[in-house]
């Protein structure tokens, strides 16, 4: 049996036939830009997030930019990144102008490390720094980040495209932070048909310069008051985006589930399953294995491989080592933890509604290659 690393047409009953009506009568009635829908998604997304503003952009890259510029972050200035996160976070800040400062990871969580972090922004004297709450959860210390960049007059941005559904302390992870960015790519849990992104603060001001920037800088029709740019979440996204939302609840349980078969049966010799902090209910974005002696993590890809079994490397490498950063990379903190991550990190397919046969030869050809008998 093959089994994808993930599947994205795996819908709810009713799924299709609901959006194809939607989106016969948004292009009957000419409805492709802004509009109920738009307006909809970013009420709905207030609510769920416990947020007061949401403002939908183009996609999370745009987010990431639109955040920055909104908190001023420009030319020349020093803005702390993840050394182990999608290119993407680091992109955004050398396309705002601003200097990137990479910061090492904690394997334990995937995050930054704190330390490191908190002697880059006594050293650097940062604008801005940016975390990236990977793999379906946050940091274990993301009170104390918050706090530190409060207390040191650094604007934390918080890239939480893997994150949406996640809890923590029982609230979503959005809530209490100064500005956050998703992403609606389509492989994220909230995943649009193509394109999509948003921004989520609580702060008036900083809203309302997000969407001045993500529409041409508009304060009228034909009235400027930024150079911005067109960043804005068409209607067909929305609607796409809303009948999603009407499942996300099911399809989270379900990635969840899937999360709680592998932490249950996946042997454990020679690989660590990385799990979420304390405090944290994941989304079950994706699985996380840790495979640090090299030649096992090859025979472990090699076999999935041949039996038809997806698997991903989230993420392969750091981005201090990208050749994209050379030019731009304006220091490092901390060791080298986030290369030891990413040489260990190997991922097994998990998307909604997996089935429980799919989970089971998985695990299944992982428990070979380990050389141990079927646990399912």
């Keep these: ?24 009568s948004m292009t009957f009635n000419g409805q492709f830009i802004g509009g109920l829908d738009v307006s909809e998604l970013e009420k709905r997304l207030q609510s769920k997030l416990d947020v007061t503003y949401a403002i939908s952009c183009a996609n999370g890259t745009d987010a990431i930019q639109l955040a920055l510029r909104a908190v001023s972050v420009g ?22 102008g601003a200097k990137p400062v990479t910061v090492d990871a904690d394997i334990s969580d995937g995050g930054v490390c704190f330390n490191a972090f908190a002697e880059a922004i006594r ?10 709450h990977l793999y379906g959860w946050g940091s274990a210390r993301l009170l104390e980040l918050r706090a530190l960049c409060q207390e040191h007059g650094v604007v934390l941005v918080e890239d939480c495209a893997q994150a949406f559904g996640v809890r923590y ?28 992104g948003a921004v989520f603060t609580d702060d008036a001001e900083l ?9 041409h800088g508009r304060t009228a029709h034909y009235g400027y008051g930024d150079v911005g ?25 379900s990635r969840r589930e899937a999360v709680a078969f592998y932490q249950k049966h996946l042997p454990t010799n020679g690989i660590q399953l990385m799990n979420a902090p304390a405090g944290y209910e994941e ?25 038809g079994i997806g698997f991903g490397n989230i993420y392969p490498s750091v981005m201090s080592s990208q050749p994209g950063a050379t030019a731009y990379l304006k220091g490092h903190f901390g060791s080298q933890v986030g290369e030891q991550l990413c040489a260990s990190v190997l991922n097994l397919p998990l998307f909604p509604y997996m089935k429980k046969a799919e989970q089971q030869r998985v695990v299944e050809v992982v428990s070979s290659v380990l050389g141990v008998g079927n646990v399912c």
């Design 1 to 24: 049996m093959n089994v994808p690393f993930i599947d994205l047409k795996r819908y709810e009953e009713g799924f299709h036939e609901g959006l194809i009506k939607k989106f016969h």
């Design 169 to 196: 302390q029982g609230e979503p992870i959005f809530k209490g932070a100064h500005i956050s960015t998703t992403s609606f790519y389509p492989a994220k849990v909230l995943g649009a048909a193509g394109d999509g």
């Design 123 to 132: 050293e650097c004297r940062p604008k801005a720094a940016l975390v990236a």
């Design 207 to 215: 809203a309302d310069k997000v969407r001045r920037l993500g529409n």
């Design 75 to 96: 030319e020349g200035d020093v803005v702390l990144v993840p050394n182990v996160t999608f290119w993407a976070t680091f992109e955004a800040v050398v396309n705002v």
């Design 229 to 253: 740019w067109n960043s804005r979440l068409d209607s067909l996204q929305a609607a796409f985006l809303n009948l999603s939302l009407d499942h996300i609840e099911a399809r989270i349980a």
């Design 283 to 307: 989304n079950g974005y994706c699985n996380v294995c840790l495979v640090p002696d090299a030649a096992l993590k090859a025979s472990l890809e090699a076999r999935l491989k041949a039996e």
